[in-house]
């Protein structure tokens, strides 16, 4: 059994012992909850410690036959990509955890039923990143959507069951459309290699124009939906206002992930003449996104409305990236996927604890609260320079790679794209503004800092940020040699010699 | 002179079983002391049925085409089609023995001071327990029929005690025999079509068993040959409620007894279905050119129609009725791929869909107020607080129907949907999954309903299940999470039983 497998499998062990053994005390859950996710976190940086960066195959294989009549396999393995993704997944699961330790408790289930679902995701996140098969790869995507239904449904505030059932057929509907073009990929393996789910033997099938474009409409629209690309976003700012801030950083930071991270595995691997054909339009939705977000993201007066619109920006900027074709961006684009991560997640934590001290998530609510919690303002202040992409800090590293990947090949893309920094900078600083600086309106005087649990659970997550924005090499390590292959895999190469990091 | 048809008995015991203990319950129900007649009667059935799962165990590598003077095909599809009517029977059964649900006297008008009568003396009739061992005998001949007589002799077989055991309902007992009365009258039209369609058949191939037509294919004018095709269907495609024949379904679903629902959703889906199948992979597969265009276009009509007339339900049982039409329409796209893998996929489609569909109404069943059963889905809301359990076994299901990944609808639906693309109806497939999109909402509807909202001040609970209703929905809802874990188990066995004898 691969360490993989491990570690994919002991979240799940967790919560079928958290769901079978009786307790009450929810302090106790909590901390049984915690310790599963910091296991499972050590044991996937054991896991990259033992990734051989150079080799660009899956590495940590491991097959099982599961439906042998149709020759589906539990088949899981990790190259630099995934591996990236599954350390951003399990790593901000125990801060996670950390962080919204309170957070469950007003919820409509108790607090078991929210760490049976949350370690549930665990696993089924770190599946969805490792499945080599592509069947399994649609089963844990489709799986995922219901404990985040959940998960947005039974604790989240406001208008939450609409906004859970909203993502939800949002995310099927995608879903059932790459089914039809999973169906539609595995006959045509059938006819010509014998019927199989192996993605490395599917990228060798030879499908016609028209074929591969239906296919790969069937498998962008669903990861469209999913990252949330324009115009197939709109499930996204309501999924993200009603749903508890640590929901939002599970969605955003991790979830959303795994439609970039299928454009990439999927899209362009299977179906690289059709990624070809269609990559002028995507550029041109990715580009409308960074536009319309920042926009968006200006107008709002909920601090996670805000961040929802943000993202959907950030998620133009990685779209865009994956597209251009060139190894810089998508090397940009994957080490953005992570950054993006901690970001929101620094974003989300913060602003839930601003909201529940205040009991408000209207921006204009807050005021001055550098005076009176300095801690949480300074971090807040920190997440947002993040975001609006400051050289210095993570964020940056990773735009300028996508814009510089870009302009090689779509100049105008990446011009308008500039843009997008100066509008962040906007909807970013305006709010800070309010939120931080100037006089403490009424109401927020007697507000309380962050606690000592709570500055452990950000703590290392500002310091990804500035770590990663000063020294982003071992994570760029791991995510180049893959990058550069895809490209190459796809059939382009790069319009300039790659740089040197 | 006449000589004897030659039978073989051994191959035949599974029906002949099921016959016989009908046949016995009819006896019991007129000489056996009423107090014992409940406990004798629910003994003969689950020995009857378990005794023919025996004898299909035992012939399960035997076949033949001459078992009953050619007009009975044990083949390998035929036997995996009785078995699987057998089982779900063995699992209904147990939900029809729970005897409140059904009316104590049937004769007595509704009303009636014989009916309030028989009511307080506790003195409940027991003709449900024949009447369904009949209705099963009927469904395990009807899929294995060869020749158009006895496939009609068989659907009459196992619709008439359906029609009866629809009005038995104990309450709201007007429209139960209302329900009752529609079914029948619709029921009889579809089989006169059937009859008409047999008779052009006979006419066009100057037999009357389905390899003779498909022999004869080519021979005569093949106008004739449409014309049964399109009427013997009409008469089929009623009975699995596709579009446009499928207006009695939600009405008898809801006016039937909540058990017999159950059985009927289940069982006679997969009878219709395997007759279906028989008669088309058969009979009319060298035809395929001539019905293929209208079935494909039946299938995507019964899919769209179902899914989305029932958002707009807003009874749990008549949801479930427009759900089981939809799931008639993905069913069809394996009539119509026509290839081995869309038969083995259908067998696998119609186990599974039998067992959610059993354990979805026996949970339905579950659910009460004082006046008896509450189907009215307003009045679930908030059901999961008062009984998570039941609602969350219910939501499984209701994931399971929608098929969603691990559970065993979602492999039945990946399983047909590929073999209808690998005989190159795309279309259905795109239609397929876009109609699946639609029924989501739906299932997903009743799940906010149940979990996401809170209670209202109402009386509707839960009851406690009687021993046998419990054993019954926990075996089906077992069987439905292991084939959405492990399909294996059951994918493979219908691979290798997906074979008919021509």
Redesign the interface.
Known sequence: MSLLTVIGVLPLIGAIILAVVPSKSSELIKRFALGVTLIVAVLSILLAIGFNKADTKMQYVQSNS?????NINYAVGIDGISLVLILLATILLPIVVLAIWNESDAG??GVKSFYVLILALETLMIGVFAATDLFLF??????M??PIY?LI??YGSGN??AA??KF??YS??GG??M??SI??I??IS?NQIGATFDLAQLTTLEIDNQTENFLFLGFFIAFAIKAPLWPFHTWLPDAAKSATPGTSVLLLGVLDKVGTYGMIRFCIELFPDASKTFTPVIITLAVISIIYGAFMAIGQSDIKGLIAFTSISHFGFITMGIFAMTSQGMSGANLYMVNHGFSTAALFLIAGWMMTRRGSSTISDFGGLQRVTPVMAWTFFIAGLSGLALPGLSSFVSEFLVLVGTYTRYPVAAVIGTLGIVLAALYILIPVQKVLHGPTTPGNENLKDLNIREKIAIAPVILVIVIMGFYPKPVLDLINPTSAQVVTNAGFTDPIAQVSK | MLTAPSLSYSLLAAMLIVFGGAVAGVLVEAFLAKTHRAAVQLTISVGALLLALQQLWRIRDLSSTTAAVNSVAIDKAGIFLQATVVLLALVAVLLIADQDNFVPQASAVPGSSEEINALQQKSQQTEIFPLFLFAVGGMMLFPVATDLITLFVALEVLSLPLYLLAGLSRRKRLLSQEAALKYFLLGAYASAFFLFGAAFLYGYAGTISLSGISAAFGTANEVFLLIGIVFISVGLLFKISAVPFHSWTPDVYQGAPTPITAFMAACTKVAAFGAILRIFYVGFAQSQTLWQPIITVTAILTMIFGSIVAITQRDIKRMLAYSSIAHAGFLLSGVVALNKDGL?ASLFYLFAYGFTTLAAFGIIGLVKDSAGEVTDLNRWIGLGKKS?LVAGVFAFLL?SF?G???TSG??AK??I??AA??SGN?AL??V???A??IA??FY??VI?MI???DPINDSVSVIIPSVKSRISITIATLISIILGLA??LL??GA?NFANFLR
């Open positions: 599961w439906i042998s009549s149709f409509r289930w649609y089963v844990f995507f489709e799986a959507l219901i959940f449904g039974g939450r069951s859970a059932i939800l057929l099927l509907f059932l459309l089914l039809a169906i539609g595995y006959v059938g | 083995a998570p994931l929608a969603i990944p691990l979602f492999i990946f399983a949907f590929s693309y690998k795309i497939v795109v397929g999954v876009l699946s999109a989501a909402f997903i509807r906010i979990f996401f909202t399909p294996s994918l493979n691979d």
